[in-house]
């Protein structure tokens, strides 16, 4: 049983999707795109890459607005990307810290 | 039977999330947050960084199994990362092809 202190306040995990702009060149999807058409798969018509951030932080009631100024300022690149906040919800399991 | 027409094919958007699996080092979600805790940031606990795949594709029949040979084959590294197959949504609109 987990006795720290941080046990005790109430964990949420933040699920943020960055993506890179519609019409911004995405060098890693070409990539993808290229791979799987070298392996015969022809049909794909484009692959986008972007990525899944989850942020393991105790509730708190201005979390909501942190969450937005943290993908503004450090998590996202506002010239070509875009970020979406997918959720927040609480959890009782805490990931390992590494 | 593939039909190669594929402007008359009903176009459909896969997303995939692929997470680094728990108890492997994550040096970017690590970077993160660092980064976090150099803004003042201090109560997060952990950040943990994987991917968005997006991939445009006709929709067919055996689509979903060819996603999951997909994530097992090319997307993902089964050692270190686990995938979702989080959603197969028919789209309208057709992403810029770059």
């Not at 070298?38 to 932080?57: A, H, P, Q």
């Amino acid at each position: 049983m987990n006795q720290n202190s941080s046990a005790t306040a109430s964990l949420s995990r933040v699920t943020i999707l960055i993506r890179v702009r519609e019409g911004i060149l995405d060098p890693q999807g070409q990539a993808v795109l290229q791979a799987f058409h070298d392996m015969g798969e022809n049909d794909l018509f484009s692959v986008r890459i972007g990525k899944l951030i989850e942020i393991y932080v105790p509730q708190t009631d201005a979390l909501k607005s942190r969450i937005e100024s943290w993908c503004q300022e450090l998590l996202s690149n506002p010239l070509v990307e875009s970020y979406e906040i997918q959720g927040i919800e609480p959890v009782t399991h805490q990931p390992m810290s590494m």
